[in-house]
């Protein structure tokens, strides 16, 4: 009796049964099985064994390893570390077409618009016909990375446009509190100037003193000099010294009157302080207001780059002409190209 190996189609165990039977019991498992189904697994699992045994390489890597572990680090986004697996799987299996395209998206995996480098005449030619229509156009854009591109571009510019924003209304509110403070400022500079102008009248009154009591010194002295040539001396001396007291009176009167007072005095220093305030506060208001002005601008060509940027993503996706970067990882597992080269 002549005994073949065989598989047990339910457990796996492996048997010696005679060929020439048509059923048998597994010694294993103790379920009956059909001697030709079994022997048939037995031959179709050790022929693959055998295969995948016969294309392991001298670093101990099949053709489908490589593939599983440059597309893992494609996914981790080690596109250094998957640019080697598909370097390495391109040298040891040249036919296989899913090394060079697996290296193209390693070594063009951080920019969303890129060209496939076909490595070779060669590696164009394996490459499956569903690939050469856009390799051939020489460009292909990556969906996901190319909108999540254009998201984190949109959102750097609308932190720009909030923190313009920000600028603008914190500017607009210097402007206003300065409107405020110039506003109490000119009202207290107008009850500085009221004092101030007393002391100016006060002392236009007292010059006017100083210059009638001198007047009148000279004039009362020329009257004395004559009364007291035409009668007796005496009567024009007490009339000279009447009339020069009266004089002097006048003069120490104008000359305390045209003195400025300690709160005049005062008043005159708030009223240039309140003016180089009020100046100032101005000029920066001026300035200001011309930042905000720029900074509407800048807002202005914020939103246009924001509904460029959109109009053109928008373009850019209905060309046709990109894919995902997770479709072109499936067809690198061949969920969509089932096909050996």
Partial sequence: M????????NCGGTLEIDAGKDAAICPHCGSAFVVEKAINQYITNHQTINKIENAVIQNGFSEDKYTENGITQLKLEKYQDAQDTFRKMSQDYPNNWKSWVGLSVA????SHKMKLSIISDKSFNIVPEQWKNFIGDGKVFWEDTYIKECEEEKQRLQQKIKNTMDKIDSDWFDIQQNDGNLQLWKKQRSGFENIVDEGQKRKGLGK???I??????????IVALIVAVSSSGGVGCL????????????????????????EEAQAISKVDALNRSIKQ????????????????AFLDDLNKQIT????DKEEELSNGNHITLSYYIDILEEKVIQEEI
């Fill in 107 to 110: 070594e063009n995996g951080m």
């Fill in 239 to 262: 009339l000279w010294f009447i009339l020069s007291a009266i004089a002097v009176f006048l003069i120490i009167w104008g000359i305390r009157l045209s003195r400025w007072k300690p």
């Fill in 2 to 9: 002549a005994l073949i190996k065989a598989e047990c189609t």
């Fill in 208 to 210: 006017i003193f100083i």
């Fill in 281 to 296: 506060t101005m000029e920066n208001n001026r300035n200001t207001q011309a930042e905000i002005d720029m900074n509407k």
């Fill in 308 to 311: 460029k940027l959109d109009n």
């Fill in 212 to 221: 009638g009591g001198s007047a009148f010194f000279v004039v009362g002295s």
